[in-house]
C-alpha cells in the first residue's frame, strides 16, 4: 500500500465540505481516506509539507500542443505531461497538429499508448478533418471509440460551411464535440497582428476583428440550424463575446475559451517586434483585453487555456512576420492569471473544461479518487528563464510579474510534486 499524508492544507473546492478549512489529507492508494486538523503520520508515507498550501480539485488545460509524433524536437509526450504537472495541471488535451496529424484511430491509440504511467492524464482532440485540411471529414466516430474527447483542427477554421454542417450533424448520433476555431481566411489575408493603430504604426499588416466575428456567426447559424455541441477556442474580440453571449441566450449548446496571453497582455508588447508575442489570435488592444477579463468574471467565457505551443528556436527567433505563431503556458499560467483575476475565479475557470469535454470532476472528500492540485496563492515573483521547465522556451511571459506558485499534482495515484 502507497500512503501519502498531505499536512496542513487549505482545501479550495466550493463543492467540498472541507472548503477553507485548513486539515491534513490521507491518500492510500489513490483514495482519501481521511480528512481531519492532525493526522498521525503513518509509518513509511510519503508527507507533503509545503509554505501556505492549498489544494484544490485538479486543473484541467483544454489546449495543449506538444509534438509528439513529429515534432519530438520541440516536447515530448511524456515531459510535456511532467511539464503539466509541475505547472498543477493533472489533465490536459492534446491537440492533433502533430506528424502524421492525429486523424484515426491508430494515431489517437498512440498517443494514449506513449502517457501511460504518467500523473497528468493525457485526452487527445481529433482532427476534425483529414489531416486537419478542412476539405472531408476524419474518422471522427473510431476516433470517439479509441478515446478521443473532441474534434478540432487546431487554429484552422474550417472555410467550407457546409463541412462544418455536416460535421456538427454526423457528432450527434454518439454525443460528440465540435471545436471550431474561427477566422475568416480571406479576411485575415496576410494579417499578422490585430489591425488598428498599433499595427499602423508598426507598419506591420493588421487582421480585422471582424475575420474572428464573421466566422462566430456563421458557426453559431449553422449551431442554430443543426443542433449538438459546439465549442469556440480561444475567443479575442468584444464582438464574439457578444454573439456567444447572445446564442446561449438562445439555448444553443456553446461554449467557448480565452489564452490567458489574452487576458494578461495587449498588443502594446509588440513594439519592440518580439516573435515571442506572435500568437493566434493576435494580442488585442487593453479596451478588448479588459472586455475578455469582464467576460471571464460573468461567465460568458466558459474555461481558460494556456494554449501551450511549443516551438523550436528555428521557428520562432526570425523576423516577426516570418516567426509561427504560439507560445508556451503551462509554467506560467497560474502566476500570471492571479495578477488579473481573483483565485476563486481561476481555480474555476482552470477546471471548467472537465465538464464542457464530459470529464468527471470530483469534490475533496473522503472515499473519493484524489486528483488535486497542489499550490499557494500567495507570494510575488517575476517570470523567468529559470521558470521554464519545457523543452522549448518560447514564452510570452518572460519578465511578467506573476503571483503565487503551483507546487504539483496528486493523480493517478502518483505524487508529482
Known amino acids: 500500500m502507497t500512503t501519502v499524508l498531505i499536512k496542513q492544507a487549505t482545501i479550495q473546492d466550493q463543492n467540498s465540505s472541507f ?21 498521525a503520520i503513518p509509518e513509511g508515507a510519503t508527507v507533503v509539507e509545503k509554505e501556505n498550501l492549498h489544494v484544490s480539485p485538479g486543473w484541467f488545460d483544454t489546449s495543449v500542443s506538444l509534438g509528439e509524433p513529429g515534432y519530438e524536437d520541440r516536447e515530448t509526450i511524456a515531459h510535456g505531461l511532467q511539464v503539466a504537472a509541475k505547472s498543477g495541471f493533472t489533465a490536459i488535451a492534446l491537440q492533433p497538429n502533430t506528424t502524421p496529424v492525429i486523424d484515426n484511430q491508430a494515431q489517437v491509440k498512440f498517443v494514449l499508448e506513449r502517457a501511460k504511467e504518467q500523473a497528468t492524464s493525457l485526452f487527445p482532440i481529433g482532427a476534425l478533418t483529414k489531416n486537419s485540411e478542412g476539405q472531408d471529414l476524419a474518422e471522427l466516430f473510431d476516433m470517439k471509440n479509441a478515446g478521443a474527447i473532441a474534434f478540432g483542427d ?8 457546409n463541412i462544418q454542417k455536416i460535421a456538427l450533424q454526423y457528432v450527434q448520433d454518439f454525443d460528440g464535440l465540435v471545436i471550431s476555431y474561427c477566422q475568416d481566411n480571406s479576411l485575415k489575408g496576410k494579417g499578422i497582428v490585430n489591425e488598428g493603430i498599433t499595427s499602423t504604426r508598426l507598419g506591420l499588416k493588421g487582421i480585422p476583428t471582424l475575420a474572428e466575428e464573421l466566422h462566430i456567426a456563421r458557426n453559431l447559424f449553422l449551431l442554430e440550424y443543426t443542433g449538438g455541441k459546439l465549442h469556440i477556442p480561444t475567443i479575442s474580440t468584444q464582438k464574439s463575446i457578444a454573439l456567444i453571449k447572445e446564442a446561449k441566450a438562445k439555448g444553443l449548446q456553446v461554449t467557448c475559451s480565452v489564452t490567458v496571453h489574452h487576458l494578461v497582455l495587449n498588443e502594446e508588447v509588440l513594439t519592440g517586434f518580439d516573435s515571442r508575442y506572435k500568437v493566434a489570435p493576435p494580442l488585442r488592444d487593453e479596451a478588448t483585453r479588459k472586455a475578455l477579463i469582464a467576460a471571464v468574471l460573468d461567465n460568458t467565457i466558459d474555461c481558460i487555456t494556456s494554449d501551450h505551443n511549443p516551438l523550436d528556436i528555428e521557428h520562432k527567433k526570425l523576423e516577426f512576420d516570418m516567426a509561427k505563431d504560439g507560445t508556451i503556458g503551462l509554467e506560467s499560467a497560474f502566476g500570471t492569471l492571479l495578477t488579473v483575476l481573483p483565485l476563486e475565479v481561476v481555480l474555476e475557470k482552470l477546471t471548467a473544461g472537465k465538464k464542457i469535454f464530459g470529464l468527471p470532476k470530483q469534490a475533496i472528500e473522503i472515499n473519493t479518487t484524489a486528483e488535486l492540485t497542489f499550490f499557494t496563492p500567495t507570494g510575488e515573483s517575476t517570470f523567468t528563464k529559470e521558470n521554464i521547465v519545457s523543452k522549448s522556451k518560447n514564452s510570452a511571459f518572460l519578465g511578467q510579474k506573476v503571483k503565487g506558485k503551483a507546487y504539483g499534482i496528486y493523480n493517478n495515484g502518483k505524487l508529482a510534486i
Not at 19 to 39: F, L, S, W
Not at 154 to 161: E, L, R, S
Request: charged share 25%; proline share 0%; net charge negative.
Open 19 to 39: 472548503h477553507n478549512q485548513t486539515v491534513d489529507i490521507k491518500i492510500e492508494n489513490g483514495t482519501i481516506t481521511e480528512m481531519a486538523k492532525n493526522i
Open 154 to 161: 487546431y487554429n484552422k477554421a474550417i472555410q467550407d460551411a
